[in-house]
């Protein structure tokens, strides 16, 4: 199962990072019949509210809810990560393990380091993955298309993905994640998570959707001009 082949690959230095900038998205490319998977960098160790435990059932119970092909979890130290060669070599092992066509990051600008160690991280790893004589011990693969998508902080949209039909199950998703948006332990301490967070993404994906006239859209970015077969074909 681990080494199953997968047609996207979204990466996120935390689990729920994911589900915050793409949950619809992800859930409209399943029911289309594609395989998709998460990798969480990390075990969110340093995360204010939640446990170890409690935060790595909350994030199998979403990848039910998105009926995901796989999640995986490389546990990189949280706080801890860097672009060094060793965390460039995990993910694109992972990569490389599953030979997506498509692979997400989260964008390369958010308020949180991590998420940003995590976009430049998988960055990297995409090019390397592609290096024959890089770890040449397993298969170098050509991922497609890197796009990437918002956590904290919305910037460049390129591309947005109607995902309003898909819009009660990013919420299923996110709600999965109590320990994060709800104060339910004695000790938890309000967070920028715990005050009114869900709200604001559902505001920030209807924003987004305004713009073309979607109840609900989730935006994406890309460093690649995208490629265009056809102008009037909803074909891309
Ligand atoms: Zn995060």
Redesign the pocket.
């Given at each position: 199962m681990a080494d199953q082949k997968l047609d996207i690959l979204i990466f996120?230095?935390?689990?729920?990072?994911a589900e915050?900038g793409m949950a619809g998205t992800i859930a409209k490319h399943v029911s289309a019949g594609l395989a998709v998977g998460i990798c969480d960098l990390t075990q969110?160790e340093m995360s204010s509210n939640g446990t170890v435990d409690n935060r790595m059932q909350e994030a199998n119970h979403a990848a039910k809810v998105l009926d995901l092909t796989v999640r995986t979890n490389l546990g990189l130290p949280d706080r801890g990560l860097f672009v060094t060669p060793e965390h460039v070599e995990r993910i694109t092992a992972e990569i490389r393990k599953h030979a997506p066509s498509i692979v997400f990051a989260?964008y390369w600008e958010?308020r949180?380091p991590?998420?940003v160690a995590?976009s430049r991280l998988v960055e990297e790893a995409v090019f390397n993955a592609k290096l024959r004589r890089y770890m040449p011990d397993t298969p170098s693969i050509k991922v497609d298309e890197l796009y990437f998508y918002f956590?904290?902080d919305l910037g460049q949209t390129d591309l947005v993905v109607d995902v309003s039909e898909q819009y009660s199950v990013k919420e299923q998703a996110l709600a999965c994640y109590r320990s994060q948006f709800q104060k339910i332990e004695q000790d938890a301490v309000a967070t920028p998570l715990t005050e009114g967070y869900i709200e604001r993404v559902r505001a920030r994906d209807s924003l987004l959707g305004a713009r073309r006239l979607i109840p609900y859209a989730e935006g994406f970015a890309t460093k690649s001009p995208y490629v265009v077969h056809l102008f009037g074909s909803s074909q891309a």
């Amino acid at each position: 199962m681990a080494d199953q082949k997968l047609d996207i690959l979204i990466f996120g230095a935390h689990a729920d990072d994911a589900e915050i900038g793409m949950a619809g998205t992800i859930a409209k490319h399943v029911s289309a019949g594609l395989a998709v998977g998460i990798c969480d960098l990390t075990q969110a160790e340093m995360s204010s509210n939640g446990t170890v435990d409690n935060r790595m059932q909350e994030a199998n119970h979403a990848a039910k809810v998105l009926d995901l092909t796989v999640r995986t979890n490389l546990g990189l130290p949280d706080r801890g990560l860097f672009v060094t060669p060793e965390h460039v070599e995990r993910i694109t092992a992972e990569i490389r393990k599953h030979a997506p066509s498509i692979v997400f990051a989260p964008y390369w600008e958010d308020r949180h380091p991590d998420h940003v160690a995590c976009s430049r991280l998988v960055e990297e790893a995409v090019f390397n993955a592609k290096l024959r004589r890089y770890m040449p011990d397993t298969p170098s693969i050509k991922v497609d298309e890197l796009y990437f998508y918002f956590i904290n902080d919305l910037g460049q949209t390129d591309l947005v993905v109607d995902v309003s039909e898909q819009y009660s199950v990013k919420e299923q998703a996110l709600a999965c994640y109590r320990s994060q948006f709800q104060k339910i332990e004695q000790d938890a301490v309000a967070t920028p998570l715990t005050e009114g967070y869900i709200e604001r993404v559902r505001a920030r994906d209807s924003l987004l959707g305004a713009r073309r006239l979607i109840p609900y859209a989730e935006g994406f970015a890309t460093k690649s001009p995208y490629v265009v077969h056809l102008f009037g074909s909803s074909q891309a």
